[in-house]
Structures are given as C-alpha cells and as structure tokens.
C-alpha cells in the first residue's frame, strides 16, 4: 500500500519544518495522534525514537530512518509481517511559501491482508495530518 498528499501552505518553509518536526505536539493539530513521546532526550534526527499512539491501531516505535533538516524526516516501524514508512518532506515554493509531502508505505508479506484492514484508516489519518499542518501552520503569528 502507498499513499501520498501534497498540500501547499502558506508559511515560510522554515515554520512549517518547525511545526512538523516537534513531534510531540502533534496531538494539538491532527486528531489522527493522540501521543506522540520522544523515547531519548537530545535533538530530534537520525535515529530518534517515537513512541506513537493513534486512534483504532495498535501503539508503535516509530526510528528515524533519514533525516535532513529543515527538508525531510523519514521514520519506520515494524510489526510481523508488515513494515511502515512516513516521509515528512518540506518542499520550498518560488512565493516564499511551503509545499509539504506526506507519504505511507506498508510493504512485507502480510502488507497486502493489513492493507485490506487499514488502508482506508491510513489515507484518512494522512489527510488529517496534512489538513492539521496547514491549518496551524497558516496561523502562526
């Protein structure tokens, strides 16, 4: 299962990474997390851990798998027989502005029976994510 969404805000890229990579207050603007805890203290990059706890799925770790800043986080979990991926991309506009790129990978051998399952629970908690980014971030003063 893949799914993908772009949604063009209307801040500076910089805000927007700012908002996107301070994971744990997420639960403030998508109701698709109700926690989010950093499992080490230190800077948020490349081998964070996250604890992530969603609405009707099963609470997960989530490791940041790639990392560059101010741009992009990529973070995985494992469960049997099914791997998930989320990348969080901050795109710069010509206008100043932000274009952010959301993605959900499932891949593994039971990803296709979990897709059957939780696919349509996937896109929707995507879209709230990205719906929740723009919102709070086209409000920041």
């Known amino acids: 299962m893949r799914y993908e969404i772009e949604v063009d805000i209307d801040a ?3 805000a927007v990474w700012e908002v ?6 997420w639960p403030e603007w998508t109701p698709s997390m109700t926690l989010l805890r950093r499992l080490e203290d230190g800077p948020f990059g490349l081998g ?4 992530v706890r969603q609405p009707r799925l099963p609470q997960a770790v989530y490791t940041i798998t790639d990392y560059e800043p101010g741009q992009t986080f990529t973070w995985a979990t494992r469960s049997p027989g099914v791997t998930t991926v989320g990348g969080h991309h901050v795109v710069p506009r010509g206008d100043g502005h932000a274009t952010v ?3 959900l990978d499932q891949t593994g051998v039971l990803a296709p ?8 629970l996937a896109r929707r908690y995507v879209t ?3 719906e929740g980014l ?4 086209e409000s920041l003063p």
């Open 134 to 137: 723009k919102q709070r971030c």
């Open 128 to 130: 709230l994510e990205a």
């Open 101 to 103: 790129r959301l993605t």
């Open 113 to 120: 029976l979990a897709g059957l399952f939780s696919a349509r």
């Open 12 to 14: 500076a890229p910089e």
């Open 48 to 51: 964070s851990t996250v604890r």
């Open 20 to 25: 996107l990579a301070d994971v744990e207050r």
